[in-house]
């Protein structure tokens, strides 16, 4: 099949470099000149697929990357990967509709085009046809097939995988989701069709929303936790022993990404506009979550105070920028957040982090140091917010005269303190 895949980012990349390595004919379409740029000369900006897997795909023509509308002439199937961001609190679709329309001046009847990018119930339906039946001249359902399947990459998971998980897919229609159904199965293990797009749309709003609320339980047990001088490292420990009924969660300096600060809003605001009722455990998620990076900076602020110093005229170190483990997306990092406030606080302020580039957006302030004994040893504090495998915490250990471990992952005891 001829494959379009709009959008060449965490997801749209490896589910097109995935498309083209079972043998469709796929072209990579996105409007950044930098990033096709970087693709033309089988450079990946993403963990999961390895540089050489995108020149082998592109050597054997399978894969195109292009930013040239004239290049998605004739596609069977298109897969919309754009980015769905908040805008002061409201979900910005404008992404999916200029793609949408793009789609429609080159839709022709028998092809699938199927929604990946998240977004809350009813996008497909109400927002998305539409435009391509606008376009496009043709009937959903009838001339051209339409469906949605939420994307479940996990950047950086050594288990779970585009191929190896469950893909989750629907259609407006019994032949769209056959149509979806029968792509998807050339690339992934095992799909799980459901009844229609709006239960695939809320399917993915719950298994972040799901994360999202756990997360901030378990982040605001750990500050009283600590405020009652009890071990919240110890108990998770132990909760974990429970073979049911728990789910293991553990406290962290914020979430990031797109899918934590962003997907679980996109439900609230839905119920908030179609029901006129608030989403009540999603925005006190959101309370305790986005203040996770203030919390960080009180209890370095109060660990100088231990010490009789002032975080103004201090030196930290932050080790990672990332939103997580092993990855370079910093998106809604609170590292971002965390640097500013202290910096703001006084306190000279330098991260490591060999994962994220010097392009990221982080304050003009923050200084990006290479990790070594003399860089540990000059900092009053070091800050532990990304566990990356490359990341040498022996040295910091040994040389570090004061860290606050934000993961959990260091055995507690000078000079190591538990978030």
């Known amino acids: 099949m001829r494959v379009v895949v709009a959008g060449q980012g965490y997801v749209g990349l490896p589910l097109a470099v995935r498309a083209a390595q079972v043998g469709h004919d796929v072209v990579g379409y996105d ?21 050489a897997d995108l020149v082998e795909v592109i050597g054997a023509g399978r ?25 002061e609190g409201t979900p910005d679709l404008s992404y999916i509709e200029e793609c949408s329309r793009t789609l429609a001046r080159h839709l022709r009847p028998g092809a699938t085009v199927v929604l990946e990018s998240t977004t ?3 996008t497909t339906e109400e927002l998305v046809g539409p435009i391509l039946a606008a376009g496009s001249g043709l009937v959903v359902g009838t001339d051209f097939r339409l469906g949605y399947s939420p ?24 032949r769209s989701l056959a149509a979806v159904e029968a792509f998807y199965g050339t690339i992934v293990e095992r799909t799980v069709p459901v009844s229609s797009p709006r239960e695939a749309e809320l399917a993915k709003l719950l298994e972040n929303t799901f994360r999202h609320v756990n997360i901030a339980l378990v982040n605001e047990v750990a500050m009283f936790a600590h405020e009652l001088g009890i071990d919240v490292w110890e108990a998770i420990d132990a909760c974990s022993t429970k073979p049911f009924g728990y789910m293991r969660f553990t406290p962290g300096p914020g979430v990031g990404g797109h899918c934590l600060p962003v ?26 979550n986005s203040h996770m990076p203030d919390y960080v900076v ?14 103004r005229g201090s030196s930290v170190l932050i080790l990672g920028l990332a939103y997580k483990k092993n990855t370079a ?4 990092s609170p590292a971002a957040r965390i640097a500013t406030l202290l910096l703001d606080l006084g306190a000279e302020v330098s991260a490591v982090d060999p994962h994220v580039d010097l392009a990221q957006p982080f304050d003009a302030r923050l200084t990006r140091v290479e990790l070594d004994a003399d860089v540990v040893r000059s900092a009053d504090a070091v800050v532990l917010l990304v566990d990356h495998d490359d990341v040498d915490l022996a040295l910091v250990i040994e040389h ?20």
């Open 31 to 51: 409007v950044d000149a930098r990033r096709v740029k970087l693709l033309t000369a089988g450079e990946s900006y993403v963990e999961d697929v390895p540089s």
């Open 63 to 87: 894969y195109r990357p292009t930013g040239d509308e004239a290049d998605l002439r004739g596609f069977d199937v298109a897969v919309v990967t754009v980015p769905t961001p908040l805008r």
């Open 120 to 122: 809350f119930p009813g």
């Open 151 to 174: 994307e479940r990459i996990d950047p950086g998971n050594p288990t779970w995988n585009l191929v190896n998980t469950p893909k989750v897919v629907s259609g407006v229609d019994a």
């Open 263 to 288: 997907d679980p809003s996109y439900l609230s605001w839905r119920v908030e506009r179609a029901l006129g009722q608030s989403f009540r455990f999603v925005e006190l998620a959101n309370d305790v």
């Open 298 to 311: 009180r209890r370095l602020t109060a660990a100088f105070n231990a010490r009789s110093r002032s975080v």
């Open 329 to 332: 997306d910093a998106r809604e």
């Open 400 to 419: 570090a005269q004061y860290l606050l471990d934000c993961r959990g992952v260091l055995d507690r005891g000078a000079p190591v303190e538990a978030l």
